[in-house]
């Protein structure tokens, strides 16, 4: 490894873990991806106790990327859920209107609130290891985040792991020189 100076960098610490639950959030960045029919939206949490949780991490490290990111579709499978995404953040913002039709500028989205549920889920780290991360379960308004009109669901777990070994099961060992 060629040498390092660490003498000016901050050691990273713990940090507060954002837990599952259900956030005002503010719409800092959306961008079309219309090769894959997708808006990629950056958010970050608008208030309470982890208001500018991404912000702040990224302020401490530089280096780290961005955590509040959705995807969300608008291909066909997926125009329920977008216009899900659509309505609430019209319903979230009073005189705005986004229906990704007539009024369907990404880049206005920039600057809006929009309520969303996050969730957490297991996932295999490229170690190995079983992480876990939070993922937007849904999006609601504003309203219902403060009202607390919102479930949060169970953990999703991955399903445990086979050994590889396949009990074939029931047979007859009385043969076998070990048994």
Known sequence: MKPID????????????LPAGGYICRIGYAEDKPEKSYILVQYDIEDGEYAHYYADRQ??????????TLYKSYKQAALPMF???????????????????????????????IGLVLGEEEYTGNDGTIRTRLYCVTEKTVDDIRAGKFKVPDKKTLAP???????MGGGDDSDLPFS
Do not use: H, I, M
């Not at 660490?6 to 873990?17: D, H, I, M, R, S």
């Not at 792991?161 to 009990?167: A, E, L, Q, R, V």
């Open 83 to 113: 216009k899900r995404f659509c309505s609430c953040v019209t319903k979230s913002n009073p005189g705005y209107l986004f229906d990704g039709n007539t009024n369907a500028d990404e880049k206005t989205l920039s600057g809006k609130l």
């Open 161 to 167: 792991t086979s050994s590889g070994f396949t009990d």
């Open 59 to 68: 302020k401490a490290n530089p280096t780290w990327a961005w955590g509040g």
């Open 6 to 17: 660490l003498t000016n960098v901050q050691e990273a610490g713990n940090g507060v873990k």
